[in-house]
């Protein structure tokens, strides 16, 4: 019989894909309503220490196969969020993504979401437009190993981090993680992008450039799963642009053992998570897989 069932970074899944942190996350029922419809885990809207409006509107838009957006990481904060968790955390698995400008944040934050019934940390290290956070702390290997080793000295609960696309040293990045400690690599975040309005000649997001993600970037994703496939031995969690099965395969192939869904809860709906399960299942069964292991990793072979 075929299983869906996965392990990665120390958490283990009866279904291997889960929510990627973003707008489809930010409360305590919507993340229920994930995991009532097929999601085996969902991971939180990033959360820091304070309070944070985000950006001024317009911050979304949807463009030719997938979204931009400049949400400026708008959130309730650490303490008002407890309130989210205590709804989701007894209806399912819930990774705790947060994010800081420094180690001490990142310890804090992973503390407090260990403290509020997280399964894992997801340590956002690569959002591309908020200034002082993500990218400025993600692409400097140095860093990333003191934030990762921070939040191991910590908690207990399994440490997860969150790659930028929009760097030329992944490996050193993923190597760093590695090197700490760390318990997982989730790649990719979006991609660097910008719309610019014609008729008012005018960038349209008010943050200029914001995050590209959906369909388009899955090649990308793909490609960095590969490649980190090659040089790291933790696992890794496939992120960009999946929508079907197909595209799950392909991240599991490429190495992922498990994979996340954002943009595809708005474009295909609420079901996703259903349909690529279904579709996995009579994928796996007629190519003789019988677990997601089995397939982890075959197109390096």
């Known amino acids: 019989m075929v299983s869906l069932k996965t392990e990665v970074g120390g958490v283990i899944?009866?279904?291997?894909?889960?929510?990627?942190?973003?707008?489809?996350?930010?409360?305590?029922?919507?993340?229920?309503?994930?995991?009532?419809?097929?999601?085996?885990a969902v991971v939180t809207k990033s959360v820091?220490?304070?309070?944070?409006?985000?950006?001024?509107?317009?911050?979304f838009?949807?463009?030719?196969?997938?979204?931009?957006?400049?949400m400026g990481l708008p959130n309730p904060g650490i303490d008002l969020f407890k309130e989210e968790m205590d709804v989701a955390v007894p209806k399912g698995k819930i990774v705790g993504s947060i994010y800081g400008a420094t180690p001490e944040d990142f310890s804090?934050?992973?503390g407090r979401m260990e403290d509020y019934g997280a399964c894992a940390v997801e340590l956002n290290l690569s959002c591309p437009h908020a200034k002082g956070y993500g990218m400025e702390v993600g692409t400097d290997p140095t860093m990333v190993k003191a934030i990762v080793s921070s939040v191991k000295d910590a908690v207990s609960i399994p440490v997860w981090a969150k790659l930028t696309p929009n760097t030329h040293?992944?490996?050193?990045?993923?190597?760093?993680?590695?090197?700490?400690?760390?318990?997982?690599?989730?790649?990719?975040?979006?991609?660097?992008?910008?719309?610019?309005s014609p008729e008012f000649a005018r960038p349209v997001l008010s943050n200029k450039f914001g995050g590209l993600s959906g369909a388009a970037v899955k090649p990308v994703g793909v490609r960095a799963i590969y490649?980190?496939?090659?040089v790291l031995d933790i696992p890794l969690i496939g992120v960009g642009g999946i929508s079907d099965w197909r595209d799950a395969a392909e991240y599991i192939m490429a190495?992922?053992?498990?994979?996340?869904?954002?943009?595809?809860?708005?474009?295909?709906?609420?079901?996703?998570?259903?349909?690529i399960?279904?579709?996995?299942?009579?994928?796996?069964?007629?190519?003789?897989?019988?677990?997601i292991s089995s397939m982890v990793g075959v197109a390096h072979e």
């Open 169 to 196: 040293i992944l490996a050193d990045i993923g190597r760093a993680v590695q090197d700490a400690g760390g318990d997982a690599v989730v790649a990719i975040n979006t991609l660097k992008a910008m719309v610019i």
């Open 48 to 59: 820091g220490l304070s309070p944070n409006a985000g950006h001024a509107n317009p911050c």
């Open 255 to 275: 190495g992922a053992s498990a994979f996340q869904v954002g943009s595809a809860i708005g474009t295909v709906g609420i079901d996703v998570f259903d349909r």
């Open 61 to 70: 838009m949807e463009v030719t196969s997938g979204y931009v957006n400049a």
């Open 227 to 230: 490649d980190l496939r090659t």
């Open 277 to 291: 399960n279904k579709g996995l299942e009579e994928f796996m069964s007629d190519y003789g897989y019988q677990s």
């Open 108 to 110: 804090t934050l992973a």
């Open 13 to 40: 899944l009866e279904r291997p894909g889960m929510v990627a942190s973003g707008i489809m996350d930010e409360t305590g029922p919507s993340m229920v309503r994930m995991l009532e419809n097929g999601a085996g």
